[in-house]
């Protein structure tokens, strides 16, 4: 597609209750990045994947939160357990690491969807 | 680690007059800087960055910022609003993830109110 897009836009759960958001990347894109927009607040950053490798989830705030991207395409972020804290916008993100550049030169624009908001009841 | 920190969470301007949005940054390197723009119920959009090439960046939609390291700040500005302008704006900061990648990390956003 033209752009990064998130599914389901809107996901409401009861706590105790599993989630999936899933992340479609440009076609192409090596880079992709989970970020969360709590209400008022701006994005933090959750995990990144290059390819099919996680390379960093430092971000994730606990166990329940796991990510893959097993063909190096499409993302799925799942949620186990949801409790209201876990309510946000979740965010995905791609880029197009620049070819013959290391990934610390990366500064190359993300591409934002336009994020699933989950409301945890 | 960098951060970013917003001096306004609001900023109210009329249409046709300027726009001034504040930003200072942390870092303990030379920064790349951002301003990204989010339009209710949109995706985030890159308006302009800075990666220690010329000072003054100039943006989509008018938009410019100036990155001074004496005043640690990056100041967005515009010279004349238009209504279109009204939105979330987020200066960001680029900081090395724990692999070298680029990860960003946002500041908590100013929302731009613009009135006729």
């Known amino acids: 597609g033209a752009g990064v897009s998130q599914s389901p836009r809107y996901k409401v759960a009861k706590r105790g209750q599993d989630v999936a958001l899933r992340c479609d990347p440009i076609?192409?894109?090596?880079?992709l990045f989970w970020y969360q927009q709590a209400l008022g607040q701006g994005p933090e950053f959750l995990t990144y994947f290059q390819n099919e490798a996680q390379l960093d989830k430092s971000g994730l705030p606990s166990d329940r939160f796991f990510a893959e991207r097993p063909e190096g395409s499409v993302s799925t972020l799942k949620i186990q357990r949801t409790q209201q804290e876990d309510s946000a916008v979740y965010l995905c993100?791609?880029?197009?690491?620049?070819?013959?550049?290391?990934?610390?030169?990366?500064?190359?624009?993300?591409?934002f969807g336009e994020g699933s908001r989950l409301t945890v009841l | 680690a960098q951060s970013v920190t917003q001096l306004d969470s609001h900023v109210s301007v009329s249409e046709g007059t300027p726009v001034l949005l504040r930003c200072n940054y942390s870092?303990?390197?030379?920064?790349?800087l951002f301003w990204y723009v989010q339009h209710p119920n949109k995706g985030l959009q890159l308006l302009l960055k800075?990666?220690?090439?010329?000072?003054l960046v100039k943006g989509i939609n008018g938009f410019e910022a100036e990155f001074k390291k004496s005043e640690t700040s990056f100041h967005l500005t515009k010279p004349s609003a238009h209504m279109s302008d009204a939105a979330e704006y987020f200066c960001?900061?680029?900081?090395?993830?724990?692999?070298?990648?680029?990860?960003?990390?946002f500041g908590t956003g100013t929302r731009l109110l613009v009135s006729p």
């Open positions: 960001v900061v680029s900081d090395r993830g724990n692999t070298g990648f680029q990860k960003l990390v």
């Open positions: 993100a791609s880029s197009q690491t620049e070819p013959g550049t290391a990934a610390s030169q990366n500064t190359g624009e993300l591409f």
């Open positions: 076609s192409g894109h090596v880079s």
């Open positions: 870092s303990s390197y030379s920064p790349s």
């Open positions: 800075y990666t220690s090439a010329a000072t």
